[in-house]
């Protein structure tokens, strides 16, 4: 890689023209995967507004889609971070960003946090002199950039870290000039993403690293290895909220332009075999810079398909098998009383593997989407302050369409009933299972959060067996509950328990399926 191709790659943030790269595209491997063009996925490129005659990159937008922030390039080897707010569905005209994150030379947005309370962003500083903002010497730009942490203060930002990871120094041939590109910052703000060429200017490509915060200081820089990283350029990382998958950019792994964008999943501590996201998303030009918003559908990206390079907006492509679509779990939540959308906290655990978990929020109109894989068990639970929380058990052996739920949630109040629909008992006993805990800890915690309130513990059953059997087992199964509670701590005095067998059936026991929903333990708040 000659040096001019290297100043481009770190002016722009993406990358130089493929012809200047040493590696080229490469045949197809073993185990290559690509999403196939699909027909619910379409890309609209943003207004006037947004996109110029000049390089716009390295978008961020918040969840609600009211400010979007981006870099563009300002001047010559100079570029500087806008930001614009959305009015009735319009974007104003964007407006330069103060000091910091913008500083004389080149500033490059990376992301902020979900609670606006933290941005990272990449720019020049002055080699190992940590906060020193841009810096010009004999009237030559400075070509390092650095990684630096901003903390919201007021309406302005204050730089609170500054990282230079592999600390720029003299080396055999002069100064290494590491640069640092597309920092992403994790929401919990203990982990960072970038890419970087740690041996410096000529030496290879760009690969994607990982830190982590321990304490007040962060780890050495982790290489995220050759399952992600390629003989060539890997950059724009961006991590979803759950942890679980890695979008990026890269030209070394075979694709269909000159940078394309994958995917890939955290499986088991490790990364999957990048998944190449398919037309239209990806052309014959230079895309990147992939971000997905919290409802896990919403997506923006940056593309060189109309010329130097514009910010586009699509929806996030379907994982696929064999070419196949993966089933979703949709589930669109309201309250129960009034019909109006819920911003609802969603989990979802694999029955038999609690580390597959997906953690979420709906959106603004209450939903909320995400994939399952076929053949397995999950628990899910969606709650929101105040209202009883909702449990589900779903079992995916025979999906293979979308699975949508309609989920009402009951404010809390008096008459309020809470079915724990995840607690299971051995066979024909009282006896609670062990992996009905984590329903019951649910709801202890609720419980502790409503002291206003008494509860009686029911249990009811199915039609199946003897009348008066069924009455007693139900009281006995009440019972194990209100005892449980009672070890976790709740008053005593607060609970009763009652048995009513198979005399409140809530669906018809002429099919198993409503049998089973007629077997359940419910909380009733008084």
Known sequence: MNFKSYLFITLLSLVALSSCITVGKFGEPKGRKIISKQSDVSIERLPDEINTSTLESNVWVDDKEK????????????????????????????????????????????????????????????????VAGAEKKDNLVNLNQGIFIAKKKGTSWEIEEALDPFVNSQGDGGLLFVSYMNP?????????????????????????????????????????????????????????????????????????????????????????????????????????????????????????????????????????????????????VADAKTGKPINANVIIKEVGNEENSINGETDKNGRFATQIEKGKKYKIWVSKDAYAFQSLNINTENLSFDLNKEIKLVPIEKGSRLILNNIVFDFDSDKLRPESEEELDKAVKLLQENQGFNIEVQGHTDNVGNEDYNQKLSKRRAESVLNYLVKKGINKKRLTSKGYGASQPIADNSSEEGRQLNRRVELIFK
């Open 67 to 130: 400010n979007i922030y981006f870099s563009r390039m300002t001047g010559f080897l100079e570029a500087s971070i806008f930001k614009s707010e959305n009015k009735n569905g319009r974007w104003l005209t964007p407006i330069r960003m103060g000091n910091p994150p913008n500083s004389e030379d080149q500033c490059w947005m990376g992301n902020i946090s979900n609670d606006g309370e933290r941005m990272v962003f990449a720019r020049n500083h002055k080699f190992g002199a940590g």
């Open 184 to 332: 992403f910052l994790t929401n919990d703000g203990k982990g960072l993403y970038f890419a970087c060429n740690p041996q410096g200017i000529g030496s290879g490509q760009l690969d994607l690293f990982y830190m982590q915060k321990e304490g007040n200081s962060w780890s050495k820089p982790i290489n995220l290895g050759n399952i992600i990283n390629s003989p060539g350029d890997e950059i724009t990382p961006f991590l979803t909220d759950d942890g679980k998958t890695l979008f990026f950019a890269s030209n070394g792994h075979p694709g269909i332009g000159d940078y394309d964008i994958y995917r890939s999943y955290l499986v088991n501590g490790n990364w999957t075999e990048p998944e190449l996201l398919g037309s239209p998303i990806n052309s014959n030009e230079r895309d990147y810079g992939f971000i997905v918003l919290s409802d896990n559908k919403t997506a923006y990206f940056g593309s060189a398909r109309s010329g130097g390079g514009d910010v586009y907006k699509t929806v996030v492509p379907r994982k696929q098998i064999d070419g196949k679509n993966v089933p979703q779990f949709i589930a669109i």
